[in-house]
């Protein structure tokens, strides 16, 4: 039987539903694609009002310390000056779970950070791991839809996870994460937070750099192997989020090493990785951790739903002097974020307590909506221009008017054809995770062998071979254990 042409959701057939529409094989994605606006808008409305991924988390009030000023990279006001704190509210969370899921499910985790800074809030949305799955976002709704519930059961579906992973093999060097001893950790407080996407910044000479954001736990890195998380998702589903409240109730406040890795602007046109490739790192040999603040976490939330449930992080939240870069997934979160919040909570959804800046105070033209008028205890909520009677610029009413001295410097690019570039000739998608692979002992490789058999055994055989195909193109050793490891389950 013929299978069904794929279509948008009026009836139109897609040709490709592999690629997004960018300008040349490496650069940005275009408004212009209109199916992949279509296919994130309405994955974003998909379920309510809980977070589609990140559903379940945990949050928590503290400070960033900046111990490097940075002023040589970045006009940032809360990165210049050695000393200088800045209030944070930081949430983690599982991702595929739902809000009533176990904390220690195998499944990577949401490390995002809210900056209250002087110029306005910057978050740094990222996870525990610093790579994902994918490298284009038109396949992220299809991955997340892998990790949900089965449409007719109702129950996970590792036949669905599995076969989306062999399909695609740019997520191998996650998968190898995600499985490996590190695939569970321990507590919040016991794991390492990531940017992951590259990121821009810039200083007052106009100099551009390309920079990950790492941070590095202090309390130093505990998980739980696959026999210990199942037996704590049966014994206290969650745990996570009780070790975070009671350890800052305690005064043992966790803390983490921020770091960055920098990246002239001119020096990736040439590096041998692609640099905004969201599955590949920029090896420490290359770009070495630059140690420059710390990141304390010192006071728990008064009301949960008011401050970890809608708190509501965007990597389009950006300051002068961080800006973006051409990395894929980047720019569609950068529209994504925003639009799932809006649903989620409201188009005023910044004028809430725990997303209201600070230090800084909002004036836009923005009216009306869902909560209009919220007076926020930082400010003055909906109409903030200064003005009641305008809500339009410009005008005569001295309104607010725009700066010209934050603006970034232009990113040239050369731009090729706009076309759905397919990422997948070009792409290397084992060399990295054989690497991973090969850094191991015996002892951690057995555990990956052991924590992928379980759950790839209860897939089909078709789905077996090609992942057991992409195992040996990691590495011949890596593709043999886990076939051993199928062969006595």
């Not at 009641?388 to 725009?402: I, Q, R």
């Given at each position: 039987?013929?299978?069904?042409?794929?279509?948008?959701?009026?009836?139109?057939?897609?040709?490709?539903?592999?690629?997004?529409?960018?300008?040349?094989?490496?650069?940005?994605?275009?408004?212009?694609?209109?199916?992949?606006?279509?296919?994130?808008?309405?994955?974003?409305?998909?379920?309510?009002?809980?977070?589609?991924?990140?559903?379940?988390?945990?949050?928590?009030?503290?400070?960033?310390?900046?111990?490097?000023?940075?002023?040589?990279?970045?006009?940032?006001?809360?990165?210049?000056?050695?000393?200088?704190?800045?209030?944070?509210?930081?949430?983690?969370?599982?991702?595929?779970?739902?809000?009533?899921?176990?904390?220690?499910?195998?499944?990577?985790?949401?490390?995002?950070?809210?900056?209250?800074?002087?110029?306005?809030?910057?978050?740094?949305?990222?996870?525990?791991?610093?790579?994902?799955?994918?490298?284009?976002?038109?396949?992220?709704?299809?991955?997340?839809?892998?990790?949900?519930?089965?449409?007719?059961?109702?129950?996970?579906?590792?036949?669905?996870?599995?076969?989306?992973?062999?399909?695609?093999?740019?997520?191998?060097?996650?998968?190898?994460?995600?499985?490996?001893?590190?695939?569970?950790?321990?507590?919040?407080?016991?794991?390492?937070?990531?940017?992951?996407?590259?990121?821009?910044?810039?200083?007052?000479?106009?100099?551009?750099?390309?920079?990950?954001?790492?941070?590095?736990?202090?309390?130093?890195?505990?998980?739980?192997?696959?026999?210990?998380?199942?037996?704590?998702?049966?014994?206290?589903?969650?745990?996570?989020?009780?070790?975070?409240?009671?350890?800052?109730?305690?005064?043992?406040?966790?803390?983490?090493?921020?770091?960055?890795?920098?990246?002239?602007?001119?020096?990736?046109?040439?590096?041998?990785?692609?640099?905004?490739?969201?599955?590949?790192?920029?090896?420490?040999?290359?770009?070495?951790?630059?140690?420059?603040?710390?990141?304390?976490?010192?006071?728990?939330?008064?009301?949960?739903?008011?401050?970890?449930?809608?708190?509501?992080?965007?990597?389009?939240?950006?300051?002068?002097?961080?800006?973006?870069?051409?990395?894929?997934?980047?720019?569609?979160?950068?529209?994504?974020?925003?639009?799932?919040?809006?649903?989620?909570?409201?188009?005023?959804?910044?004028?809430?307590?725990?997303?209201?800046?600070?230090?800084?105070?909002?004036?836009?033209?923005?009216?009306?909506?869902?909560?209009?008028?919220?007076?926020?205890?930082?400010?003055?909520?909906?109409?903030?221009?200064?003005?009641?009677?305008?809500?339009?610029?410009?005008?005569?009413?001295?309104?607010?008017?725009?700066?010209?001295?934050?603006?970034?410097?232009?990113?040239?690019?050369?731009?090729g054809v706009i076309d759905r570039h397919d990422h997948r000739p070009e792409a290397d998608d084992y060399t990295q995770a054989g690497a991973l692979f090969r850094l191991m002992n015996a002892d951690q490789k057995q555990q990956l062998a052991d924590n992928i058999a379980g759950s790839?055994?209860?897939?089909?055989?078709?789905?077996?071979?090609?992942?057991?195909?992409?195992?040996?193109?990691?590495?011949?050793?890596?593709?043999?254990?886990?076939?051993?490891?199928?062969?006595?389950?």
């Open positions: 039987m013929a299978r069904k042409i794929l279509t948008t959701s009026s009836g139109a057939p897609v040709v490709d539903d592999q690629n997004s529409v960018t300008a040349g094989p490496r650069g940005p994605l275009l408004i212009q694609d209109w199916q992949l606006i279509e296919k994130l808008a309405h994955f974003n409305r998909e379920r309510i009002p809980e977070r589609i991924v990140h559903a379940k988390g945990s949050g928590a009030h503290g400070t960033f310390t900046l111990t490097r000023d940075l002023s040589d990279y970045t006009i940032a006001d809360h990165l210049n000056g050695k000393g200088k704190q800045t209030e944070v509210f930081a949430r983690f969370s599982t991702v595929g779970g739902e809000m009533g899921s176990a904390d220690a499910e195998r499944d990577p985790r949401g490390f995002a950070v809210k900056l209250y800074t002087r110029q306005g809030n910057h978050d740094i949305v990222g996870n525990n791991t610093p790579v994902f799955f994918l490298r284009d976002p038109s396949k992220f709704p299809d991955f997340i839809h892998t990790q949900k519930r089965n449409p007719v059961t109702n129950c996970k579906d590792p036949e669905a996870m599995w076969d989306f992973w062999s399909l695609n093999p740019q997520s191998i060097h996650q998968v190898t994460i995600l499985f490996s001893e590190r695939g569970v950790p321990a507590t919040y407080r016991h794991m390492n937070g990531y940017s992951s996407h590259t990121y821009s910044m810039w200083n007052k000479k106009g100099e551009r750099f390309w920079v990950k954001w790492h941070f590095k736990t202090r309390q130093g890195i505990q998980c739980l192997t696959q026999a210990e998380s199942r037996r704590v998702c049966g014994v206290d589903p969650d745990h996570a989020q009780r070790d975070l409240v009671e350890a800052i109730e305690s005064g043992n406040h966790p803390r983490w090493t921020v770091n960055l890795q920098i990246m002239a602007e001119v020096e990736a046109e040439s590096y041998h990785i692609h640099p905004f490739d969201l599955t590949k790192v920029w090896p420490h040999g290359d770009y070495p951790l630059l140690d420059i603040g710390v990141l304390e976490l010192n006071r728990n939330v008064e009301n949960y739903f008011a401050e970890t449930e809608q708190a509501a992080f965007s990597p389009s939240n950006l300051v002068p002097g961080i800006g973006v870069s051409p990395d894929k997934m980047l720019q569609a979160r950068l529209f994504a974020y925003q639009d799932a919040h809006r649903y989620r909570i409201g188009a005023n959804y910044n004028d809430l307590p725990v997303n209201y800046p600070r230090s800084a105070q909002p004036a836009n033209y923005q009216r009306g909506g869902v909560m209009a008028g919220t007076r926020c205890p930082f400010g003055n909520g909906n109409n903030l221009s200064g003005s009641a009677e305008v809500n339009y610029g410009p005008n005569s009413n001295d309104g607010p008017v725009e700066h010209s001295a934050f603006k970034e410097p232009p990113m040239p690019f050369a731009a790839l055994a209860g897939t089909s055989k078709p789905v077996r071979e090609r992942m057991l195909s992409q195992f040996d193109q990691c590495d011949p050793e890596y593709g043999r254990m886990v076939k051993e490891a199928l062969a006595i389950r």
